[in-house]
């Protein structure tokens, strides 16, 4: 069972917008930097934010991120079909010591 | 770009040792970051094993760390995992990982493709 609570599915067509959330507490999203990775079977996971907000060279401006309290969210605008995958979000754990994943969000584009 | 790439056998016997390497051919890994393994059971979410830098430091997961070792070769440039006294919920995907970690601020900006190892008699 995952410390970090994320929506397990979200959808949307073609250029639309789709936003998803990781929940946690003040033991770990709410006192720590929190950042987003997508999986794609197969493929290398690709970090897409880090420290809540900034993206990496080579991510589109298309992927944001944000966090208020207890709570990160992933905004994913003008979605394209191979944004299809798994996303999930991490971030450090202060009272566990561990670093921690959310329970991941898989993006369907109808 | 980063390349890592993991290594190993795709199968191992219940109470056995899984052994994984995960080679870094393009950057020294010596410099200045530390160096990961995580792990995706099939059908279920990430999970972080531990970190070790080239200090000799390490930090492993609570739950696993009394199975687990990670550790350097510096000379062949790459980083090991060893997890004892394996069982079948240690099937998974294994994916090796740069760490960055500064303050607050930790984040696993490149990934291998990551290893299926199943654990099977």
């Known amino acids: 069972q995952s410390v970090l609570t994320q929506p397990p599915s979200v959808s949307a067509a073609p250029g639309q917008r789709v936003s998803f959330s990781c929940s946690g507490t003040s033991s770990n999203v709410g006192n720590n930097f929190v950042s987003w990775y997508r999986l794609l079977p197969g493929t290398a996971p690709k970090l897409l934010i880090y420290d809540n907000h900034k993206r990496p060279s080579g991510i589109p401006g298309r992927f944001s991120g944000s966090k208020s309290g207890t709570s990160a969210t992933l905004d994913i605008t003008g979605l394209q079909t191979g944004d299809e995958a798994d996303y999930f979000c991490g971030t450090w754990d202060s009272s566990l010591s561990s670093y921690v994943f959310g329970s991941g969000t898989k993006v369907t584009v109808l | 770009q980063v390349q890592l790439q993991e290594s190993g056998p795709g199968l191992v016997k219940p109470s056995e040792t899984l052994s994984l390497t995960c080679a870094v051919p393009?950057?020294?890994?010596?410099?200045?970051?530390?160096w990961a393994w995580i792990r995706q059971p099939p059908g279920e979410g990430l999970e972080w094993i531990g970190n070790?830098?080239?200090?000799?430091?390490?930090f492993y997961n609570p739950s696993l760390r009394s199975r687990v070792t990670l550790f350097l070769d510096t000379a062949n440039n790459h980083f090991s995992l060893n997890l004892t006294s394996v069982t079948a919920a240690d099937t998974a995907i294994y994916y090796c990982?740069?760490?960055?970690?500064?303050?607050?601020?930790?984040?696993?900006?490149?990934w291998g493709q990551g290893t299926l190892v199943a654990v099977s008699s």
């Open positions: 070790a830098d080239h200090s000799g430091r390490t």
């Open positions: 393009s950057l020294t890994i010596t410099f200045g970051y530390s």
């Open positions: 990982a740069r760490r960055w970690q500064f303050l607050t601020q930790e984040y696993f900006d490149q």
